[in-house]
């Protein structure tokens, strides 16, 4: 484990660093880390509430979570899924977040649907960023900003996380907690949760594979602080912990 010592990040924890050989590696460690947490929440008598993350990432890491699950003690029934962001299509429609976890994680884990918080794109951008601002106006029971267990977020190689695009709208949100986002690389309206809500998160991972993202995380970590250029620099949770997850070939300096 590295920590990154940076200026901009000294108001909270400074992000840790943990980088593993293979992809494979690195999605078995966040699969056996994500149990561990969801497990010790438990443990403490609480719920676990997790912010998933979308694109492709998430199907792999789900096959390892749900394979890993085994003799863990984890009530499934007490375990509340939220979605990073989402795209403006049918929930059964190949390009959504959701069908993706549906598919790889709540199904198989038999998570109950009233513990899942659904994106509902298909109602389009703005009425379903309303939609989802209430979703989690509500689990926060109406005080405050959600605080949510784990949000466990993807990294894109123009340095987007869930769907915070560079020099967006959603960048500059810091009331509502979901807002319609843009269009995204696929051509598809977007919905993103805001960084109040990410910020606000007791744990934050970022994962981030493959070498064609090495140049965007060299930014993310080493860079300047520009968080417009590189939204997911302005991913810092006060007083939550953050933690980057790398293979070798984006983080090749471990
Ligand atoms: C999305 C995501 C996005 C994603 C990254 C990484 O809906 O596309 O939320 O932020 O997590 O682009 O995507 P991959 O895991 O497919 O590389």
């Known amino acids: 484990m590295r ?22 590696g690195l999605l078995d460690a966040v699969a056996g880390e994500f149990l561990e947490l969801a497990g010790s929440c438990q443990q403490a008598g609480n719920s676990f509430s997790v912010i998933m993350g979308g694109g492709r990432t998430p199907g792999v890491l789900n096959e390892r979570i749900v394979l890993f699950s085994g003799g863990r003690g984890i009530d499934w029934g007490r375990v509340f899924i939220f979605f990073s962001d989402e795209r403006c299509v049918l929930p059964g429609h190949s390009d959504s977040n959701y069908k993706l976890i549906n598919d790889t994680l709540i ?6 649907g009233g513990n899942v918080f659904r994106i509902c794109g298909e109602l389009g951008s703005l009425e379903a960023a309303s939609d989802y601002n209430k979703k989690l106006r509500d689990f926060s029971g109406g005080v405050g900003v959600p605080v949510i267990d784990l949000a466990l977020l993807g ?27 843009g269009v995204g690389p696929e051509g598809l309206e977007r919905v993103t949760v805001t960084y109040p809500v990410f910020n606000s998160a007791r744990n934050v991972w970022l994962i981030a594979s493959g070498e064609e993202k090495a140049g965007a995380v060299r930014e993310l970590v080493l860079g300047g602080y520009n968080p417009t250029g590189y939204p997911a620099q302005g991913i810092c949770p006060v007083p939550g912990n953050l933690v980057y997850w790398f293979d070798a070939t984006t983080w090749p300096q471990a």
């Open 107 to 112: 199904g198989p884990l038999g998570i109950p």
């Open 3 to 24: 920590d990154i010592l940076r200026e901009d990040w000294r108001k909270g924890k400074p992000p840790r660093l943990n980088v593993h050989n293979t992809k494979a």
């Open 155 to 181: 990294f894109g190689g123009d340095g987007h996380t869930a769907s915070l695009f560079p020099r967006s709208r959603a960048l500059e949100e810091f009331d509502a907690f979901a807002i319609a986002a």
